[in-house]
T-cell receptor, first 111, second 113 residues
Framework: QKEVEQNSGPLSVPEGAIASLNCTYSDRVSQSFFWYRQYSGKSPELIMSIYSNGDKEDGRFTAQLNKASQYVSLLIRDSQPSDSATYLCAVTRDSNYQLIWGAGTKLIIKP | KAGVTQTPRYLIKTRGQQVTLSCSPISGHRSVSWYQQTPGQGLQFLFEYFSETQRNKGNFPGRFSGRQFSNSRSEMNVSTLELGDSALYLC????????????FGQGTRLTVV
């Protein structure tokens, strides 16, 4: 089992709809969780960080964390074609503070 | 505030040569991590340096090495280059000493011919 798992996609969502991206992790004591966006040929860009259970909102983005279920998600409201990218989930391994990365979900927003 | 700077941006090397890549982290950041990314692959962790010490290491052969200087700038070196080393090499810096938010440089695209 991979430490951080994401559906590779592609996930196709109509413009204006809500895109929902999911990530599960195996280290029960992980404390820090991050979502990154990576456009093709570019480097990853931090979108959201979340550290406690519940929702965290920033503009059109909402991160949701459920530590009991070892699950973190990213919702993108009013999806735009510019949101088309690969979204990477990252989790801090508590034992050595290393960031562990999922393989990413490719999101396509259809105009 | 300047971001993470990686040099050079592009590099073409011949098989068997060696290469050194440089990364200057965000001012005040003490942790620098290096990643390899190939088409269709996720981020493959190479190593992380914190306060001039290698704190974590990924599963790469010994041809891949790195170091960090007292000003937190970091270099990674790849010796005896192979065609399979062609990739985007990314550097990320963090403020925390506990795996906090990481900020990436633009990367160095290495092509081995």
């Amino acid at each position: 089992q991979k430490e951080v798992e994401q559906n590779s996609g592609p996930l196709s969502v109509p413009e204006g709809a809500i895109a929902s991206l999911n990530c599960t992790y195996s280290d029960r004591v992980s404390q820090s969780f991050f979502w990154y966006r990576q456009y093709s040929g570019k480097s990853p860009e931090l979108i959201m960080s979340i550290y406690s259970n519940g929702d965290k909102e920033d503009g059109r983005f909402t991160a949701q964390l459920n530590k009991a279920s070892q699950y973190v998600s990213l919702l993108i409201r009013d999806s735009q074609p510019s949101d088309s990218a690969t979204y990477l989930c990252a989790v801090t391994r508590d034992s050595n503070y290393q960031l562990i990365w999922g393989a990413g979900t490719k999101l396509i927003i259809k105009p | 505030k300047a971001g993470v700077t990686q040099t050079p941006r592009y590099l073409i090397k011949t098989r068997g040569q060696q290469v050194t890549l440089s990364c200057s982290p965000i001012s005040g950041h003490r942790s620098v991590s290096w990643y390899q990314q190939t088409p269709g692959q996720g981020l493959q962790f190479l190593f992380e340096y914190f306060s001039e010490t290698q704190r974590n290491k990924g599963n790469f052969p010994g041809r891949f090495s790195g170091r960090q200087f007292s000003n937190s700038r970091s270099e990674m070196n790849v010796s005896t280059l192979e065609l399979g080393d062609s990739a985007l090499y990314l550097c990320a810096s963090s403020l925390w000493d506990s795996g906090g938010e990481a900020f990436f440089g633009q990367g160095t695209r290495l092509t081995v011919v």
